[in-house]
């Protein structure tokens, strides 16, 4: 009997879950196909009356007068910016986990980073503005990958540095002893062992700069490399705001991190569970 109230209460916390995380997504894409007389409405309806897709199509439109330019360009702005600062903050992580893990004596600087990575975004404003601007770098996409990469690289070499921990050392020391360089065992033992790890810590990254709205407002001035979250708050700044479609960008938007958190689902429960069992 208790193993069944146990199994119930799982189920009902998972549907609570479920429920919490669907729930305004799914009210977003009501809002999303509803006219805005049925936004307005009073009382409410939750269902919209007539089913209007016009607004996604308006959203992929390269059309002059359509806001699909507007989105589309952010789009691409934002999927640039987000994999190029990903992927160069993997590159860099992963030798600089690798080193505080192997070599001992070494946190002092990984606490440091730490440190620097908690203080809040504003008190880094001005430095990064006047190097950008002395760099000739604002409003571009190599100053937000190199921008967001301050903020990717110590999350992501916290992140692989506690999984290189929890690798066994028997294998390296026995790689080293059959003549691997040390750049060698990295490539061919530990990463391979490490592999569940680096997809999830690659997707956590990659959200970190697919969100970020500070750092992209305060550095880009123009579609030249403004990314979505910027230009959706531009969508809010009219007189006359379009609540459907703000929401249907917000369904648009949501479809990136979707597509490559399925493409990466084993690799990301894997890594999850791998760092939940640590210890």
């Not at 440190?115 to 937000?144: C, D, E, K, R």
Request: proline share 6%.
């Amino acid at each position: 009997m208790k193993r069944k109230i146990r199994t119930l209460l799982r189920y009902a916390a998972a549907l609570l879950v479920a429920a919490s995380i669907l729930g305004p997504m799914l009210w977003l894409f009501l809002m999303s196909v509803s006219s805005t007389s049925d936004l307005t409405r009073i009382p409410l309806e939750w269902l919209p009356r007539q089913w209007d897709f016009s607004r996604y199509a308006r959203l992929v439109s390269l059309d002059a007068d359509q806001p699909g330019v507007l989105f589309l360009h952010a789009l691409w702005n934002s999927l640039l910016v987000a994999t190029g600062a990903t992927l160069i903050s993997l590159l860099l992580a992963i030798p600089a986990a690798f080193s505080f893990s192997r070599y001992p004596g070494r946190d002092g600087w990984l606490f440091g980073s730490l440190a620097i990575y908690m203080v809040p975004p504003v008190a880094f404003v001005l430095p990064l503005y006047f190097v950008l601007q002395q760099l000739s770098l604002l409003n571009t996409h190599l100053g937000l990958v190199l921008v967001y990469c301050s903020l990717i690289l110590p999350f992501l070499t916290w992140m692989l540095k506690n999984q290189f921990d929890a690798l066994p050392l028997d294998i390296e020391q026995a790689a080293r002893l059959d003549g691997l360089r040390v750049w060698q065992v990295l490539l061919r033992i530990t990463l391979p062992l490490a592999k569940p790890v680096l997809g999830a810590s690659a997707l956590f990254g990659w959200l970190l700069a697919w969100d970020e709205f500070f750092y992209a407002l305060l550095f880009t001035s123009n579609i030249q490399a403004q990314t979505l979250p910027v230009t959706i708050a531009g969508f809010t700044a009219g007189r006359a705001t379009d609540d459907g479609l703000i929401a249907a960008v917000g369904i648009l938007a949501s479809v990136p991190p979707l597509f490559i958190a399925i493409w990466l689902q084993k690799t990301l429960v894997s890594g999850l569970a791998s760092g939940g069992s640590k210890g």
